[in-house]
């Protein structure tokens, strides 16, 4: 049996997957979680053989939660399933530790593929998903926010949703000043000069989703 966490801020989308998984003879859903301090603490009570997790969710990210589970089990089967698919973030999340990533705009049947075949210790990513980055100046950006450590990066997308310091440093649980600090290195990685930029920048690299106006 394939003990299964699932992670999504959305409970619709976790509905989704936990029927369309437990569909699936030998594939069971040992518990489930709204964001990732909740998703850290399941995971230490379950030690699930896999994780389906999101990278964007309210407060610290998926790829934040992915760093702590794997301090807590180097070798924690971690599959990231995302709306945002571009081939850096892609690529960022098997940098991670991911053993796998799947688009949400995948066909259903691949989430249990995807579980199965990272379960097996495969590496696994959705039909369609581009696993190098493109060229020209979009490269070239996407090589920048690369760089950025998964802290920054963690900072990186609360500055672009419109997160002040103060709230930074309170859900990622550091000081005022290390945030701040931070701010000013991403500012530097990145090339940007003004906040408008970097909201910009994170919108392009689907960092956050671009909103529209109603």
């Known amino acids: 049996m394939i003990r299964v966490l699932l992670i999504d801020d959305h409970p619709v989308v976790r509905t989704g997957y936990k029927r369309l998984l437990l569909q699936e003879p030998g594939l069971e859903v040992v518990a489930e979680a709204s964001s990732a301090d909740e998703g850290y603490q399941a995971f230490q009570v379950h030690l699930p053989d896999v994780t389906v997790t999101d990278v964007s969710m309210p407060g610290a990210g998926g790829l934040s939660l992915l760093q702590k589970i794997l301090q807590r089990q180097a070798d924690a089967k971690v599959l990231v399933c995302s709306m945002y698919d571009s081939p850096q973030l892609v690529q960022r999340a098997l940098d991670s530790g991911a053993r796998g990533f799947v688009s949400k705009n995948a066909e259903p049947e691949e989430l249990v593929r995807a579980v199965q075949a ?6 696994y990513l959705s039909k369609g998903l581009y696993t ?24 990186f997308r609360l500055l672009a949703l419109g997160h002040t310091i103060t709230e930074c440093a309170d859900v990622l649980c550091v000081s005022h000043k290390t945030i701040s600090n931070n701010q000013t290195q991403i500012k530097e990685k990145l090339h940007l ?22």
């Open 118 to 123: 990272v379960f097996l210790g495969q590496q």
């Open 132 to 155: 190098e980055i493109s060229s020209g100046e979009f490269a070239l950006e996407s090589q920048r926010i690369a760089s950025l450590s998964t802290r920054e990066y963690e900072i």
């Open 193 to 214: 000069e003004t906040m408008t930029a970097l909201v910009h920048l994170a919108q392009r690299h689907q960092v956050i989703e671009v909103v529209n106006p109603s």
